[in-house]
């Protein structure tokens, strides 16, 4: 049998593809180190942050709720933990470059110049949503739970537990709000389009409600509503730029090579 001359002209854009992906790998990696170190330095304040919720709670004294440690490493531990988060953080910004930078050789010219809005809507809808969830819902969830029994018990709450719990229930909220942006990136790689996002709203509308009222275990509706309303409206503007970003009818598509096929 004849060797095919032509095969290792074939593997090679896939081995190139491979390299590209592990530097940008590597790179990411580099900014999230980074970002850890510089957050590590602050973990005391880190954890101040992750306490003030139940610090704010109206039931929180000193002598009631108190976060303990069960192992002698487990300092050092959550301390890695709060900076891993915080740092990936600082880093999401200088991260979702070369996110971009690996897709971009692949996409047309007029495509290329959504790179910025797509690294400042990412990072910024990801901290929007923290913050969301920070500020108006975590400090309610805390409350209910703490006193779920009505004070029938006094709380004692392993500091891992509660820090794993804080981040996340965080990162999830700063996920969801990332629904605008994925519509986005669905419908320029042909998933799905503002059709579908629009007929399959009542499907949306019902995934919402589960999700907020998994998310949020308080009895009362309002609560549920207030992460509910936001995540409907996050869908509805997916739809609205899915439609915006849209991908051209075969016949009328621009007459563009990208630089680089995949």
């Given at each position: ?7 290792n002209?074939k593997?090679?854009p896939?081995?190139?593809h491979?390299e590209e ?5 590597v ?5 999230l180190?980074?970002g850890?170190?510089?957050?590590f330095?602050?973990r ?10 139940l610090n704010a ?9 108190q976060l ?5 490493t ?12 915080a740092?990936?953080a600082?880093?999401l910004?200088?991260m ?5 930078a690996?897709i971009?050789p692949g ?16 990072g910024f ?6 913050i969301?969830?920070y500020?108006l819902v ?6 209910f739970?703490l ?6 018990v006094?709380p004692?709450?392993?500091l891992?537990s509660y ?6 229930f965080l990162v ?5 709000f990332?629904?605008p942006?994925l519509?986005?990136i669905l419908t ?8 579908l996002l629009?007929?399959g709203w009542?499907i ?8 907020a ?5 308080t009895?009362?509706p309002?609560?549920m509503?207030i992460?509910a309303?936001?995540?409907?409206v996050l869908y ?11 991908l051209?009818?075969?016949?009328t598509?621009?007459?563009e ?6």
């Amino acid at each position: 049998m004849t060797a095919d001359p032509n095969a290792n002209l074939k593997s090679a854009p896939l081995f190139d593809h491979l390299e590209e992906l592990r530097k940008r790998i590597v790179i990411s990696a580099v900014f999230l180190v980074i970002g850890m170190i510089a957050a590590f330095q602050y973990r005391l304040q880190l954890l101040e942050l992750v306490k003030v919720p139940l610090n704010a709670s109206v039931l929180y004294q000193q002598d009631k709720v108190q976060l303990v440690t069960l192992n002698l490493t487990d300092q050092f531990i959550l301390s890695l933990n709060l900076s891993f988060w915080a740092g990936l953080a600082i880093a999401l910004p200088f991260m979702l470059t070369q996110v971009w930078a690996f897709i971009a050789p692949g996409l047309y010219d007029h495509e290329r110049r959504w790179a910025l809005p797509f690294i400042i809507g990412a990072g910024f809808s990801f901290i929007v949503g923290a913050i969301f969830g920070y500020t108006l819902v975590l400090p309610t969830m805390v409350r209910f739970l703490l006193d779920f029994l009505n004070g029938a018990v006094t709380p004692i709450l392993s500091l891992g537990s509660y820090i794993g719990t804080v981040t996340t229930f965080l990162v999830a909220f700063g996920l969801s709000f990332e629904l605008p942006i994925l519509a986005v990136i669905l419908t320029r790689i042909g998933i799905v389009n503002h059709v579908l996002l629009r007929k399959g709203w009542r499907i949306a509308l019902v995934v919402i409600m589960v999700f907020a009222a998994i998310i949020t275990p308080t009895p009362d509706p309002t609560s549920m509503l207030i992460v509910a309303v936001p995540l409907y409206v996050l869908y509805e503007l997916g739809v609205i730029l899915s439609r915006v970003f849209r991908l051209p009818p075969p016949e009328t598509a621009p007459d563009e090579t990208p630089a680089l096929g995949l």
